[in-house]
């Protein structure tokens, strides 16, 4: 364990790492201790169980999240300055955070049920109202005033959330395809909020 560091940081680092690569039923409890540098008693004090470390791990990046995107939700905007803020807003946080990508994606393949229950539970605490709700009723207002093409809330969420993070799973293969090496340089995200703004826009707004 690194001098000065929380050891539950440090488990919480070592699960995400753990979780990331090998999902929740591949993930080892004994591994993740070893690479925390502590003992699984002190994982076990913390945490109780391999599932409950694995809902913390979730907790600990969605709480960061969730909050910031119902923020985005509460703004009184345009829809035009919404479509602008919100896909910097994913982009900006998966790029700090690319194992939270690849640990929901596996998981959701493997263990789609335990997932799903997990983040149900953390959107009921980390935020009191209706995620999905609130999403609506904006939208709604919008389609009602002629503000958008569309009116389906669930599609239209569904498209920024793919356009938005698809990128951070499939960047090996965008690699390959293009036969270079992407940098991680705020010159190519910007590149890429302004792709996925203009496409958005574009396809959403009359």
Known sequence: MKKNVDPKIQILDSAMEE????????????RIAKRAGVNKAMLYYYFHSKEGLFKEVLRSHFSQLIPLVVAEIREPVT????????????????????????????????????????????LNEVTPEHLALSISNKIALWSSQGLLRQNDPMQIMINILSLCTFFFLAKPMVEVAFDRTIPECDEFYEKRIESVVSLLKGGLLP
Do not use: H
């Open 19 to 30: 979780f990331s690569q090998l999902g929740l039923a591949g993930g080892r409890v004994d």
């Open 79 to 122: 829809p035009q300055t919404f479509l602008e803020r919100i896909p910097r807003l994913y982009i900006g946080f998966f790029r700090k955070n690319p194992r939270l990508i690849r640990l929901v994606a596996l998981n959701l393949a493997t263990d789609p049920k335990v997932v799903s229950t997990l983040f149900s539970s953390l």
